[in-house]
């Protein structure tokens, strides 16, 4: 597998995971849950001119950083949708994502309300909802083998109430992962509606 030059798990010039070095993560995850991760099955393609939100900030000449993505055929043959865009299907690593001003939306659509990544070689039907912010997108990849069809859900962008129109969540497993600065954040995160006064 492709390995970056710092051994560290977040990129020097941005706040966000880098998910080459997730599987310690993604493996304590996975015995919670009842399964196990190939960490051989992926191989990690790279782009090496990655610029994240500290770089400009920071007024100082660094060096871009590597951002590795970890490719497998799960990650391959997977395909996802965006509620936003309906009728439109996307990769799990939407290569056209490098070019903007935000290269982390690569993972899985980036910061969007509700999307679905369906795996069609999985047939268990196992399911599992990801209640996350943008850390959890380079996250859920890795998770993918395990299940049929993994929906994330950021509750920045769609109020909780509305949810049950629009996702079921019957015997589906359920995940919450929040950075720690959005956790503690709780404006940042939508509340459930107020009931109508009687």
Same mark, same amino acid.
């Given at each position: 597998?492709?390995?970056?030059?710092?051994?560290?798990?977040?990129?020097?010039? *941005? !706040?966000? +995971?880098?998910?080459?070095?997730?599987?310690?993560? @993604?493996?304590?995850?996975?015995?919670?849950?009842?399964? $196990?991760?190939?960490?051989?099955?992926?191989?990690?393609?790279?782009? $090496?001119?990655?610029?994240?939100?500290?770089?400009?900030?920071?007024?100082?000449?660094?060096?871009?950083?590597?951002?590795? +993505? /970890?490719?497998?055929?799960?990650?391959?043959?997977?395909?996802?949708?965006?509620?936003?865009?309906?009728?439109?299907?996307?990769?799990?690593? $939407?290569?056209?994502?490098?070019?903007?001003?935000?290269?982390? !939306? #690569?993972?899985?659509? %980036?910061?969007?309300?509700?999307?679905?990544?369906?795996?069609? %070689?999985?047939?268990?039907?196992?399911? #599992?909802? /990801?209640?996350? *912010?943008?850390?959890?997108?380079?996250?859920?990849? #890795? /998770?993918?083998?395990?299940?049929?069809?993994?929906?994330?859900? *950021? /509750?920045?962008?769609?109020?909780? *109430? @509305?949810?049950?129109?629009?996702?079921?969540?019957?015997?589906?497993?359920?995940?919450?992962?929040?950075?720690?600065? #959005?956790?503690?954040?709780?404006? !940042?995160?939508?509340?459930?509606?107020?009931?109508?006064?009687?």
């Amino acid at each position: 597998m492709r390995q970056p030059q710092q051994s560290y798990p977040y990129y020097r010039t *941005d !706040s966000h +995971w880098r998910q080459e070095k997730l599987f310690p993560v @993604a493996d304590t995850l996975a015995a919670g849950m009842g399964f $196990d991760l190939d960490h051989e099955s992926y191989t990690g393609e790279g782009f $090496d001119r990655f610029y994240g939100v500290y770089y400009g900030q920071s007024a100082l000449n660094i060096k871009p950083d590597e951002m590795i +993505w /970890l490719v497998s055929d799960t990650t391959k043959n997977a395909v996802v949708n965006n509620m936003e865009k309906p009728g439109q299907r996307f990769p799990v690593y $939407d290569l056209s994502q490098l070019d903007t001003v935000d290269p982390y !939306s #690569l993972f899985m659509c %980036g910061p969007s309300a509700i999307v679905t990544a369906r795996n069609p %070689g999985n047939a268990s039907g196992r399911k #599992l909802i /990801l209640f996350r *912010d943008s850390f959890a997108s380079a996250l859920s990849p #890795l /998770l993918l083998d395990a299940y049929s069809e993994i929906t994330l859900i *950021d /509750l920045r962008y769609v109020q909780p *109430d @509305a949810l049950g129109q629009m996702v079921d969540f019957t015997g589906q497993d359920v995940l919450f992962m929040y950075s720690a600065g #959005l956790f503690n954040t709780s404006d !940042s995160v939508r509340g459930v509606s107020e009931p109508p006064a009687s």
